[in-house]
């Protein structure tokens, strides 16, 4: 139940962050009308700032609590960052203008990356040594299913009762699941000798950097395809409206099968997760460039661009925790910064070049470019830390980069 609960939180991440690719025509039209009557591609361009925005939120917020938070037992961290979503989503959907939506999302945001951060470490000590890739993916599962069930109901609550119901519905779900996590999970106290420096010194070594580097830029492919997939899904493959849940559905199916590849991948060999996951994603969105135009190519490199996209998330974030052995939550929280700086980049990107008259898919095909520098940025990084010829690694895999500084989480109830 207590895995349940943390799983829920990822699934109303989940719905908060990705509703927006399935609304930003609803957004657009309502709180951009002057713009979206003079040119709609403009205006659903300019509203994807909702998506950069929230994205900003996450990269702001995940290190700024994660060492603010060092000392603060992991469950009563998560209370509190549930209910900072609660207010920060029920504010997004009475926002009045866009600019005070930008603001909404921004703050709903804050609370993403520690989530994840403190969830997944949660998550990982409730399964015990040596599931840490096992305990995100328990969390991004939720997020994960999100995308096939949840985010196709709310994108298709919101496309006829109005985006503001559709983020209103968000708002009641997290709610529920803080009363969730109050009743099913244990308390679990900070890491011992936790303290804000201790977090913070995670930026004092080159490899959390060039991690984050990597991340951040070879992710932005698949945030570039996610944030536009309405448009192109009406645009360029020629379906009705209706048809955008069930895109989004396929995706959502493709990233929970990813994932739990991804989970099973990176607790055995990381290294070799990290550079397949990446080229999986570089060419699922170039299939996405070159079949989206037919409906069934459309459904079916979406699903494959989800599959490939989650693939990686497992691994990647436990590449930044083995990264940072002293700062567990940081190492977590920075991933989710990563990530969301490709968000940001993906959308925002995606929208210039869209904006720049070169059509729905100039933004896949962006997608491809930022992900090959990823794949290459990662190769470089993980070439640089190969053991040297003699050093095994556990796993299976030779894999020491894993495995030697792979930090022992703290069982829920006990102490080191």
């Not at 995308?147 to 503001?164: H, K, M």
Request: with cysteine; aromatic share 8%.
């Amino acid at each position: 139940m207590a895995l349940l609960a943390l799983a829920l939180g990822g699934f109303c991440l989940g719905l908060t962050e990705f509703v927006a690719m399935g609304l930003l025509p609803d957004v657009a039209h309502d709180l951009l009308p002057a713009d979206y009557a003079r040119s709609s591609p403009d205006a659903i361009a300019k509203a994807g700032w909702m998506i950069t925005s929230y994205a900003l939120g996450v990269v702001v917020g995940a290190p700024t609590i994660a060492a603010s938070t060092a000392r603060v037992p992991r469950r009563r961290l998560v209370l509190g960052l549930l209910a900072l979503f609660v207010i920060g989503t029920t504010a997004s959907a009475l926002a009045p203008s866009f600019g005070l939506l930008l603001v909404a999302r921004f703050v709903a945001a804050l609370a993403h990356g520690a989530y994840f951060g403190a969830a997944g470490l949660l998550a990982a000590a409730l399964l015990g040594p040596g599931n840490e890739g096992r305990g995100f993916a328990v969390v991004l599962g939720g997020l994960t299913t999100a995308n096939i069930f949840g985010v196709p109901l709310i994108t298709l609550l919101g496309q006829t009762a109005g985006w503001r119901a559709g983020y209103l519905a968000v708002a009641g779900l997290f709610a529920v699941t803080l009363l969730a996590v109050f009743a099913a999970v244990p308390e679990m106290p900070a890491a011992p000798g936790g303290s804000p420096r201790a977090e913070l010194a995670a930026f004092r070594l080159p490899k959390v950097w060039l991690i984050t580097a990597f991340v951040a830029i070879g992710s932005s492919g698949f945030f570039a395809v996610n944030s536009y997939i309405a448009p192109v899904t009406t645009h360029v493959a020629g379906l009705s409206t209706s048809a955008v849940p069930w895109v989004l559905a396929v995706m959502g199916v493709g990233m929970t099968v990813g994932n739990a590849l991804g989970g099973i991948a990176a607790d055995r060999n990381l290294r070799r997760s990290i550079l397949l996951g990446f080229s999986g994603v570089a060419a699922a969105v170039l299939l996405f460039t070159l079949a989206a135009h037919n409906p069934v190519g459309l459904f079916v490199s979406a699903f494959l661009v989800g599959t490939a996209a989650l693939f990686i998330a497992p691994p990647l974030q436990a590449q930044l925790i083995m990264a940072a052995p002293g700062a567990q939550l940081m190492g977590a929280a920075v991933n989710q910064s990563a990530m969301n700086v490709a968000n940001a980049a993906g959308a925002g990107i995606g929208g210039a070049v869209i904006g720049a008259g070169f059509g729905y898919l100039s933004a896949a095909w962006a997608g491809v470019a930022l992900t090959l520098v990823g794949l290459c940025l990662a190769f470089l990084s993980l070439r640089r830390d190969r053991p040297r010829a003699g050093v095994g690694g556990a796993g299976g895999g030779g894999d020491a980069v894993t495995r030697e500084s792979s930090p022992q989480l703290t069982p829920v109830g006990t102490s080191r």
